[in-house]
């Protein structure tokens, strides 16, 4: 069973930084599935924010690109993602969740991932 553990939300000024880590564990081979950032802002629908295959590939959400940065660090049987927030906007709020596919390519669909966290929260005050 594969376990993602989400850390480094909290509250920060419009403009400010936050990094967000989750750590990934519990199967063989999770260095090799992609792996992705999705948020969901209260009201609204969970949306795409950006992923990163084993190969280091990347693809972001528009809202984001240019702020954001996906990275990851693969040991032999855990995954740590990371993603670098700067220039944090009032509409970054949001819950945000890592998330794992069993596949070799990567997707900005939440419904194709097979592994969730469980969350933290990100909180931009204006």
């Known amino acids: 069973q594969v376990q993602l553990v989400e850390s480094g939300g909290g509250l920060v000024q419009a403009g400010g930084s936050l990094r967000l880590s989750c750590v990934a564990s519990g199967r063989t081979f999770i260095n090799t599935y992609p792996m992705a950032w999705f948020r969901r802002a209260p009201g609204k629908e969970r949306e795409f924010v950006a992923t990163i295959r084993w190969n280091r590939d990347q693809y972001y959400a528009d809202s984001v690109k240019g702020r954001f940065s996906i990275s990851r660090f693969d040991a032999k049987n855990t995954s740590t993602l990371y993603l670098q927030m700067n220039s944090l906007k009032f509409e970054d709020t949001a819950v945000y969740y890592c998330?794992?596919?069993?596949?070799?390519?990567?997707?900005?669909?939440?419904?194709?991932?097979?592994?969730w966290g469980q969350g933290t929260q990100v909180t931009v005050s204006s």
């Open positions: 998330a794992a596919r069993i596949d070799a390519y990567d997707s900005s669909n939440p419904k194709d991932y097979n592994y």
